[in-house]
């Protein structure tokens, strides 16, 4: 059906958009997504931005250790979430991936429990925020090291090829890296075996204060996939549409043994790399302010609202919903005693070693 | 030194003024590494050098720490003085290969032909709640490696003058600078002349134990030893500052003295450089022993994101104090 519809073209030279930044369908095939999904991807943005709001100001009253903004890279995460089959694809996401986890259907709760380090967090307090992970969600755990999720991510898809499950991958990751041996070794593996996976690119032009143009002599990343056997599509990463209806292809490429495919989406990123940065340092409050105007939520409103299907009032409302649901989380994990010390000892191996289980000891007094 | 000239320094200053003064002195000296250029660095190192020596010698380099590392290797193989920056002994991993089978093999390897005079900095430790990933104490592991030469700075005075004596050696030099150290300040002198950085030193002089530490957590071991003194313990605290070769003649010394030791460590406990330690001191100095050693390291788990355990996964004063106590009361 879809894939009929459009057939999207492998190194296109401009990135693929299907709406304006006015809001108005432009795509040459037509909408075949209902009202109530239409409203949801919104709704998803729109939380993921909240969320981000919120991420930084537990930081700032020192309740999370870290943050690395999405904000701007809301429509290729929550594209990519509606694009895969929820419990049954897996994820391999990276650090800035909040609008993706949250879309797929990671809760309030759980994800605030993670990155406050809570007795409720299912991750057992070790992790660092903006690492989330869910084996009922099939969220991949995320990895520091940049790109050293990928190679993960492609044994997995090629697993679920040699036993013919029918399911497939999604990984995801910045332009930064693109440069690591890690991205280069595992895309091509998966073009060598063809694996059932999409890489996505959510290329906002920086690592950190590095310019895309430092990073590589390329002019795109999607350009990379030739040299590894597969399709590579440019899209516009403020469009979540577009990211949608690429994204969605590839995905069922993937599972009718079409092999893997490399998706650029180009984001932009509004905030800083992360709460330990200043990005005032290497970049003009002018040329953010320009970049704001591109912003992918309000492309999708002003879409919304032509379609009669938004207004001023079911965005308050909605805002209000979510910041009380924020707040009822938080108020749960305020409530919720510390993590008891010992606790770091588990888990190291599926058993308890006696090494361990005498360092335990000793640590116990 | 004249008392004159001293000025108040932080130990990221101090790195700072180093390479700024190597820059200087050697034009084949440059830095590169990610976010070394216009950001000036992870943790503000390299601040305002760019400005100072252009793009060419601050090098802002793609996200590959394999392709600079190795780049860097090649560098010094042409000619040059290279002052890598790994962010953090964490991404050195992505890089061990260059590291460990090109850089401190290749003197040996080729018969003697090719030096690699390159120096390797990063950031190590725990401390900033940042988890496993980001958390690791590796320098204990890379001074188990022939070939390469592995320095801790742990006081402003070594930050600044460690870095100059490393650039003269004719071997890869790591030099590991412990991320909780970077805001600490100490008086500090213009100059620097003739630095030593092979031998270990006595921080602090006792006569009842000797705490032997390095890096991030000889700050610690010196409160320790402070509380100590509180008690009536002489604890005298030894800084190792070179890992490898590991000066055993001051050590030896220091445990021929005081007759005890307890070693503090960051790393983990098994196979960790206090193990090192630990044996060499069973070797040469067994008969001047009136306790076993003991030691402090981290707890051999993954380090968590929780502060407080974080921080109790990790060496602490009254860990160290604790430990100490057992072996004064210990007898052999
Ligand atoms: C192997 C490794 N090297 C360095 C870092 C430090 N670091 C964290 S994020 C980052 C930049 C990544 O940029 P990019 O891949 O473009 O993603 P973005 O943050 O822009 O979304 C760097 C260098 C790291 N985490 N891992």
Same mark, same amino acid.
């Given at each position: 059906?879809?894939?009929?519809?459009?057939?999207?073209?492998?190194?296109?030279?401009?990135?693929?958009?299907?709406?304006?930044?006015?809001?108005?369908?432009?795509?040459?095939?037509?909408?075949?997504?209902?009202?109530?999904?239409?409203?949801?991807?919104?709704?998803?943005?729109?939380?993921?931005?909240?969320?981000?709001?919120?991420?930084?100001?537990?930081?700032?009253?020192?309740?999370?250790?870290?943050?690395?903004?999405?904000?701007?890279?809301?429509?290729?995460?929550?594209?990519?979430?509606?694009?895969?089959?929820?419990?049954?694809?897996?994820?391999?996401?990276?650090?800035?991936?909040?609008?993706?986890?949250?879309?797929?259907?990671? *809760? &309030?709760?759980?994800?605030?429990?993670?990155?406050?380090?809570?007795?409720?967090?299912? /991750? %057992? @307090?070790?992790? +660092? $925020?903006?690492?989330?992970?869910?084996?009922?969600?099939?969220?991949?755990?995320?990895?520091?090291?940049?790109?050293?999720?990928?190679?993960?991510?492609?044994?997995?898809?090629?697993?679920?090829?040699?036993?013919?499950?029918?399911?497939?991958?999604?990984?995801?990751?910045?332009?930064?890296?693109?440069?690591?041996?890690?991205?280069?070794?595992?895309?091509?593996?998966?073009?060598?075996?063809?694996?059932?996976?999409?890489?996505?690119?959510?290329?906002?032009?920086?690592?950190? *204060? &590095?310019?895309?143009?430092?990073?590589?002599?390329?002019?795109?990343?999607?350009?990379? /996939? %030739? @040299?590894?056997? +597969? $399709?590579?599509?440019?899209?516009?990463?403020?469009?979540?549409?577009?990211?949608?209806?690429?994204?969605?292809?590839?995905?069922?490429?993937?599972?009718?043994?079409?092999?893997?495919?490399?998706?650029?989406?180009?984001?932009?990123?509004?905030?800083?790399?992360?709460?330990?940065?200043?990005?005032?340092?290497?970049?003009?409050?002018?040329?953010?302010?320009?970049?704001?105007?591109?912003?992918?939520?309000?492309?999708?409103?002003?879409?919304?609202?032509?379609?009669?299907?938004? *207004?001023?009032?079911?965005?308050?409302?909605?805002?209000?919903?979510?910041?009380?649901?924020?707040?009822? @989380?938080?108020?749960?994990?305020?409530?919720?005693?510390?993590?008891?010390?010992?606790?770091?000892?588990?888990?190291?191996?599926?058993?308890?070693?006696?090494?361990?289980?005498?360092?335990?000891?000793?640590?116990?007094? | 030194?004249?008392?004159?000239?001293?000025?108040?320094?932080?130990?990221?200053?101090?790195?700072?003024?180093?390479?700024?003064?190597?820059?200087?002195?050697?034009?084949?000296?440059?830095?590169?590494?990610?976010?070394?250029?216009?950001?000036?660095?992870?943790?503000?190192?390299?601040?305002?050098?760019?400005?100072?020596?252009?793009?060419?010698?601050?090098?802002?380099?793609?996200?590959?720490?394999?392709?600079?590392?190795?780049?860097?290797?090649?560098?010094?193989?042409?000619?040059?003085?290279?002052?890598?920056?790994?962010?953090?002994?964490?991404?050195?991993?992505?890089?061990?290969?260059?590291?460990?089978?090109?850089?401190?093999?290749?003197?040996?390897?080729?018969?003697?032909?090719?030096?690699?005079?390159?120096?390797?900095?990063?950031?190590?430790?725990?401390?900033?709640?940042?988890?496993?990933?980001?958390?690791?104490?590796?320098?204990?592991?890379?001074?188990?490696?022939?070939?390469?030469?592995?320095?801790?700075?742990?006081?402003?005075?070594?930050?600044?003058?460690?870095?100059?004596?490393?650039?003269?050696?004719?071997?890869?030099?790591?030099?590991?600078?412990?991320?909780?150290?970077?805001?600490?300040?100490?008086?500090?002198?213009?100059?620097?002349?003739?630095?030593?950085?092979?031998?270990?030193?006595?921080?602090?002089?006792?006569?009842?134990?000797?705490?032997?530490?390095?890096?991030?957590?000889?700050?610690?071991?010196?409160?320790?030893?402070?509380?100590?003194?509180?008690?009536?313990?002489?604890?005298?605290?030894?800084?190792?500052?070179?890992?490898?070769?590991?000066?055993?003649?001051?050590?030896?010394?220091?445990?021929?003295?005081?007759?005890?030791?307890?070693?503090?460590?960051?790393?983990?406990?098994?196979?960790?450089?206090?193990?090192?330690?630990?044996?060499?001191?069973?070797?040469?100095?067994?008969?001047?022993?009136?306790?076993?050693?003991?030691?402090?390291?981290?707890?051999?788990?993954?380090?968590?994101?929780?502060?407080?355990?974080?921080?109790?996964?990790?060496?602490?004063?009254?860990?160290?104090?604790?430990?100490?106590?057992?072996?004064?009361?210990?007898?052999?």
């Amino acid at each position: 059906m879809i894939a009929d519809t459009q057939n999207f073209k492998p190194f296109n030279p401009d990135p693929i958009a299907v709406l304006s930044q006015s809001g108005d369908w432009i795509a040459p095939f037509a909408l075949t997504l209902d009202d109530e999904t239409l409203k949801t991807i919104y709704k998803h943005m729109l939380a993921a931005r909240l969320l981000d709001e919120r991420f930084i100001k537990l930081q700032r009253s020192g309740k999370m250790s870290f943050v690395a903004p999405h904000s701007g890279h809301e429509a290729p995460q929550v594209a990519a979430a509606h694009a895969i089959s929820k419990g049954t694809d897996w994820l391999f996401p990276y650090y800035r991936d909040y609008a993706m986890t949250l879309a797929l259907g990671q *809760s &309030v709760l759980e994800i605030l429990a993670q990155t406050t380090g809570s007795r409720l967090d299912t /991750a %057992k @307090a070790r992790q +660092m $925020p903006m690492h989330p992970g869910s084996k009922t969600l099939n969220i991949f755990t995320g990895a520091s090291a940049i790109a050293s999720h990928i190679p993960p991510a492609v044994g997995t898809a090629i697993s679920m090829k040699i036993r013919e499950t029918g399911q497939a991958v999604l990984t995801s990751f910045g332009d930064g890296a693109t440069s690591e041996g890690d991205f280069h070794a595992a895309i091509n593996y998966a073009g060598a075996k063809g694996a059932p996976i999409v890489f996505l690119c959510e290329n906002n032009r920086l690592a950190i *204060s &590095v310019d895309f143009n430092k990073q590589t002599g390329s002019e795109t990343i999607a350009i990379k /996939a %030739k @040299a590894y056997g +597969m $399709p590579g599509y440019l899209v516009d990463g403020m469009d979540v549409l577009a990211c949608y209806y690429v994204l969605k292809e590839c995905v069922e490429n993937a599972r009718a043994g079409l092999g893997p495919s490399l998706v650029e989406a180009q984001v932009m990123r509004f905030g800083a790399h992360s709460s330990a940065d200043d990005d005032t340092v290497y970049r003009s409050k002018e040329e953010l302010e320009l970049m704001r105007q591109r912003d992918p939520i309000l492309r999708m409103r002003r879409f919304l609202e032509k379609q009669g299907l938004w *207004s001023d009032k079911a965005e308050e409302k909605f805002i209000k919903e979510t910041q009380l649901a924020f707040q009822t @989380a938080l108020d749960t994990l305020a409530e919720a005693e510390k993590v008891p010390l010992e606790w770091m000892f588990d888990d190291v191996y599926a058993e308890l070693l006696p090494h361990l289980a005498q360092q335990k000891k000793e640590f116990l007094g | 030194m004249s008392t004159a000239t001293l000025v108040k320094t932080s130990y990221r200053e101090a790195v700072r003024a180093a390479i700024r003064e190597a820059m200087k002195r050697d034009n084949r000296v440059f830095l590169m590494g990610e976010d070394v250029g216009e950001y000036g660095g992870c943790y503000a190192v390299s601040m305002g050098l760019l400005e100072e020596f252009g793009p060419e010698r601050i090098r802002d380099t793609p996200l590959s720490e394999s392709a600079f590392v190795g780049a860097g290797i090649g560098a010094a193989l042409g000619g040059m003085r290279p002052i890598v920056e790994v962010m953090t002994v964490n991404f050195s991993l992505l890089a061990l290969d260059q590291i460990l089978n090109t850089a401190a093999t290749l003197l040996h390897m080729s018969g003697g032909q090719f030096n690699v005079p390159i120096v390797i900095r990063m950031a190590t430790g725990a401390g900033r709640q940042l988890a496993a990933q980001h958390s690791h104490s590796l320098e204990g592991w890379y001074a188990h490696i022939p070939g390469i030469k592995v320095l801790a700075p742990g006081t402003v005075e070594d930050a600044r003058g460690m870095l100059w004596p490393a650039l003269q050696d004719p071997d890869p030099v790591l030099i590991f600078e412990n991320a909780a150290l970077y805001n600490m300040e100490a008086e500090m002198p213009g100059e620097f002349k003739d630095f030593d950085i092979s031998k270990a030193k006595i921080r602090r002089a006792g006569s009842d134990l000797s705490l032997i530490s390095y890096g991030g957590s000889l700050g610690k071991t010196l409160a320790a030893a402070e509380e100590l003194a509180k008690v009536g313990i002489s604890a005298e605290v030894l800084d190792l500052r070179s890992l490898r070769p590991l000066d055993t003649e001051t050590i030896m010394d220091s445990v021929r003295r005081t007759n005890r030791a307890v070693i503090v460590d960051e790393g983990w406990r098994t196979g960790s450089l206090a193990a090192e330690v630990m044996a060499s001191i069973m070797e040469q100095a067994f008969y001047d022993l009136d306790a076993p050693v003991g030691r402090v390291c981290s707890e051999e788990v993954p380090i968590p994101y929780a502060k407080h355990m974080e921080e109790a996964a990790i060496p602490q004063i009254p860990k160290i104090v604790a430990a100490a106590k057992e072996v004064l009361n210990a007898h052999v």
